[in-house]
């Protein structure tokens, strides 16, 4: 039981510069899978809505950023098993991708991003001809 | 070819403040648990925040990628019972997996109330993978003002 709590907690990491407000910043569980068209990143990012989402591709960095808006500090707790706060997380990505067309999906707080890859690097087939 | 970005130590006072008043909140629920809040789980997911007013109970949690459709949710008694399978999106043929941190199962967890619960107005709703339930406290249950008469 111990064991399913560690995949389901996210974990807490700390944004490169350091923040001027005291709040948690989470690193959102995610799935990465690659196929011969492109990179498919799913993750995990409950209570973040559209408008508070960033995610940004720069020359070979990809940053996922969201806010979550911050629950009622005065809430009498009965039980208080998960913190809310923003989201973040880096990847360091090195293959060439269509710019132009990835798309972000997000739905009941999962993102779907998908970067397909730039013709160039895409796996090709090469016919052997008889000479 | 993917990297996390290191985790970098806290090192500012006031977070560190925040950290302690966490942890002491963490500590005193643990003792409080066996009390009067006894979450009876089978299963660790979801995650679950409940607190309450006079008037009402409210549990949140977190169920991403879950569609309100999806949640099941039963009222008995004193206990309040989410339910409900998130299954893996369909992977196209061939997906060559870099990372899988995310699980997938089906899930079941009952939460207890120290009071009864109002079963029939309880609402609930699911807004960008948090799910919220408010359930009212039964009558007989609410906290009642009485006036001191003077003699």
């Given at each position: 039981m111990s064991e399913s709590k560690e995949i389901m907690h996210t974990e807490e990491s700390q944004s490169p510069a350091e923040q001027t407000r005291p709040e948690p910043v989470f690193t959102p569980a995610v799935d990465i899978y690659e196929t011969d068209d492109g990179m498919v990143l799913m993750a995990d990012l409950p209570g973040v809505a559209k408008e508070d989402l960033h995610i940004r591709l720069d020359e070979e960095t990809l940053t996922i950023e969201a806010d979550v808006a911050e629950a009622k500090e005065d809430s009498n707790y009965l039980l208080n098993e998960y913190r809310v706060g923003r989201y973040y997380r880096q990847f360091r990505v090195n293959a060439d991708f269509d710019r132009d067309k990835i798309e972000a999906?997000?739905?009941?707080?999962?993102?779907?991003?998908?970067?397909?890859?730039?013709?160039?690097?895409?796996?090709?087939?090469?016919?052997?001809?008889?000479? | 070819?993917?990297?996390?970005?290191?985790?970098?130590?806290?090192?500012?006072?006031?977070?560190?403040?925040?950290?302690?008043?966490?942890?002491?909140?963490?500590?005193?629920?643990?003792?409080?648990?066996?009390?009067?809040?006894?979450?009876?789980?089978?299963?660790?997911?979801?995650?679950?925040?409940?607190?309450?007013?006079?008037?009402?109970?409210?549990?949140?949690?977190?169920?991403?990628?879950?569609?309100?459709?999806?949640?099941?949710?039963?009222?008995?008694?004193?206990?309040?019972?989410?339910?409900?399978?998130?299954k893996a999106a369909e992977t196209p043929e061939g997906a060559r997996f870099h990372r899988r941190e995310r699980a997938f199962a089906s899930f079941s967890r009952v939460i207890g109330?120290?009071?009864?619960?109002?079963?029939?107005?309880?609402?609930?709703?699911?807004?960008?993978?948090?799910l919220s339930v408010t359930l009212p406290k039964a009558e007989k249950a609410k906290p009642r003002q009485i006036a001191v008469q003077a003699v």
């Amino acid at each position: 039981m111990s064991e399913s709590k560690e995949i389901m907690h996210t974990e807490e990491s700390q944004s490169p510069a350091e923040q001027t407000r005291p709040e948690p910043v989470f690193t959102p569980a995610v799935d990465i899978y690659e196929t011969d068209d492109g990179m498919v990143l799913m993750a995990d990012l409950p209570g973040v809505a559209k408008e508070d989402l960033h995610i940004r591709l720069d020359e070979e960095t990809l940053t996922i950023e969201a806010d979550v808006a911050e629950a009622k500090e005065d809430s009498n707790y009965l039980l208080n098993e998960y913190r809310v706060g923003r989201y973040y997380r880096q990847f360091r990505v090195n293959a060439d991708f269509d710019r132009d067309k990835i798309e972000a999906n997000l739905t009941n707080g999962e993102l779907k991003l998908i970067l397909p890859k730039a013709e160039a690097v895409k796996p090709r087939k090469i016919t052997v001809s008889a000479g | 070819m993917f990297l996390t970005r290191s985790f970098y130590p806290r090192s500012n006072w006031r977070g560190m403040m925040s950290e302690m008043e966490r942890m002491r909140r963490e500590m005193d629920q643990l003792f409080r648990m066996g009390a009067d809040m006894e979450p009876t789980m089978a299963g660790v997911h979801p995650l679950v925040n409940v607190s309450e007013d006079n008037d009402n109970f409210y549990v949140q949690a977190e169920l991403p990628g879950m569609a309100a459709s999806g949640i099941e949710i039963s009222v008995e008694g004193k206990s309040l019972t989410l339910s409900g399978e998130r299954k893996a999106a369909e992977t196209p043929e061939g997906a060559r997996f870099h990372r899988r941190e995310r699980a997938f199962a089906s899930f079941s967890r009952v939460i207890g109330f120290p009071t009864e619960i109002e079963s029939e107005a309880v609402q609930a709703q699911a807004k960008d993978g948090v799910l919220s339930v408010t359930l009212p406290k039964a009558e007989k249950a609410k906290p009642r003002q009485i006036a001191v008469q003077a003699v």
